[in-house]
């Protein structure tokens, strides 16, 4: 039983297009996040979800949206894509706990030619 | 703001060596979290440990073990007798409460290679 599952794994698509990115977690956590690892690996938190309710919003275009239709579920949304959003997109759950440990999905390779 | 600073980008040991991997944090909270995460070849990452702020005992798990020392913001992981299973990316990551989430700033990563 996949605790926190994405989908597609691979993505592969041209600039301009819109995507989307599907997360589930049959965690019972009531947190979710999206995370970005770009080519040198380096991991950063997109997004944050409580429940249904937007609580992390980092330095991110306008053009991710991030939608939660139930707190076991965390799709995220990209209008226009570029170049530069090639890269593994990871989506984590957490129980509601400061110091709660995230449990990861597998990621999605998003690359954008 | 918190900042977690893996210095070593890459060791390369042969199976059976032992390897510690750096990890140096900073953050003005006096209530986090430290993680250690493996990424191995296939890509997920996989929770190995987490220490609260108020923990120092160090830990041990099987060939694994950690060193917290928060008198040099440090939390080293050392693997003894190292196997080619180990090998992967290691990234050390700190968390300090955000509303009601665990906001957690990684590490750069280390690339931990094992060779027969």
């Known amino acids: 039983d996949t605790a926190v599952s994405q989908t597609p794994k691979y993505l592969v698509t041209q600039m301009g297009n819109d995507k989307s990115i599907k997360c589930e977690q049959n965690l019972g956590h009531d947190t979710m996040y999206w995370y970005k690892q770009d080519s040198k690996k380096f991991l950063k938190i997109m997004f944050s979800?409580?429940?249904?309710?937007?609580?992390i919003n980092e330095t991110v275009p306008n053009r991710f949206s991030p939608k939660s239709p139930d707190k076991a579920h965390l799709n995220l949304h990209i209008n226009s894509l570029e170049l530069g959003d090639s890269a593994v997109y990871f989506c984590?759950?957490?129980?509601?706990?400061?110091?709660?440990?995230?449990?990861f999905g597998n990621g999605t390779r998003l690359t954008v030619t | 703001a918190q900042k977690v600073t893996q210095a070593q980008t890459e060791i390369s040991v042969v199976e059976k060596e032992d390897v510690t991997l750096d990890c140096v944090y900073e953050t003005r909270d006096t209530t986090y979290y430290l993680f250690w995460y493996k990424q191995p070849p296939s890509g997920e990452l996989v929770f190995l440990i987490r220490?609260?702020?108020?923990?120092?005992q160090n830990e041990i798990s099987g060939r694994y073990s950690w060193n917290f020392q928060k008198s040099t913001s440090s939390f080293n992981f050392t693997i003894t007798a190292s196997q080619v299973v180990d090998s992967a990316v290691y990234f050390c990551?700190?968390?300090?409460?955000?509303?009601?989430?665990?906001?957690?700033?990684f590490g750069t990563g280390t690339r931990l290679q094992v060779t027969l």
């Open positions: 220490r609260n702020s108020f923990d120092e």
């Open positions: 979800y409580n429940n249904k309710e937007l609580i």
């Open positions: 984590a759950s957490s129980l509601a706990l400061v110091g709660s440990p995230l449990h």
């Open positions: 990551a700190l968390s300090v409460k955000t509303g009601t989430a665990s906001k957690l700033t």
